[in-house]
Nanobody
């Protein structure tokens, strides 16, 4: 059974940093494309970053380029989203997701598994 569990969200002031974690159980990163999404109130869920089965980044949302990065720890079966220079507009629930079918999945429907999400709130 595949399970994704996010953690690391919280309240931070603008300009601060957070590291989100996504612990995966029941899957191997080499078999799945992974993505981080976010959803703000009243907005659609959007893809923030996507990385391939080999760990290469294949998509980065323009508004977070240069501020966010991702790493993957295969030994811990965990992926991380490092968020720096946070802005109030980064406030959202952040989700990690896994796609076993598509190489470059962008839509929500193309991901097979989702975590429960973790709230990130950036105060001005």
């Amino acid at each position: 059974q595949v399970q994704l569990v996010e953690s690391g969200g919280g309240l931070v002031q603008a300009g601060g940093s957070l590291r989100l974690s996504c612990a995966a159980a029941g899957l191997r990163f080499s078999d799945y494309t992974m993505g981080w999404f976010r959803q703000s109130p009243g907005k659609e869920r959007e893809l923030v970053v996507r990385f391939s089965r080999s760990g290469l980044i294949t998509f980065f949302l323009n508004s977070v380029k240069g501020r966010f990065s991702v790493t993957r720890d295969n030994a811990r079966n965990t992926v991380y989203l490092h968020m720096n220079s946070l802005k109030p507009e980064d406030t959202a629930v952040y989700y990690c997701a896994a796609s076993g079918t598509y190489q470059f999945p962008t839509s929500i429907a193309s991901y097979d598994y989702w975590g429960q999400g973790t709230q990130v709130t950036v105060s001005s």
